[in-house]
């Protein structure tokens, strides 16, 4: 999941627990892990609800100023179905996180003026690109 970049910092120290979305379908599972910067955030519940549904209260436990607010970030696509998504931050080590692997070693270059196999080991290809005989 994608959180505007003010709603970030509450949602790593656990202030914000749910997210009004706006989608054509849900684009979450429960139970599913999704990366926010070094931690994950993972589904609680997703809960198809009304505009209706959106109060003040709800709207300020979501992170935003007001319903007005909210609605600014929360619809900006063509869905229409509104769903109400319930979760948490899971911090990098609780996450799983591991470092970046180092980047494989290439194999050494062979030293100039040796070839990699011998004559009699290479077969010779010919200009069609078979093994000839």
């Known amino acids: 999941m994608i959180f505007t970049k003010r709603l970030r910092d509450g949602v790593r120290q656990g202030d914000i627990t749910c997210s009004v979305r706006i989608w054509q379908r849900p684009h979450v599972k429960v139970g599913g892990r999704y990366a926010m910067e070094e931690g994950r955030i993972e589904v609680d519940s997703i809960l198809p609800i009304t505009l209706e549904d ?23 696509g063509p869905g229409e179905n509104v769903y109400l998504v319930g979760f948490h931050y899971i911090p990098p080590v609780a996450a799983g996180s591991r470092p970046k692997p180092k980047k494989p070693v290439k194999a050494a270059k062979p030293a100039r003026g040796r070839s990699r196999a011998t004559a009699a080991e290479s077969p010779r290809r010919s200009r069609a690109g078979r093994a000839s005989r």
């Open 54 to 76: 959106i109060t003040p209260e709800l709207a300020k436990a979501s992170g935003f100023k007001g319903v007005i607010d909210l609605l600014k970030i929360a619809k900006h």
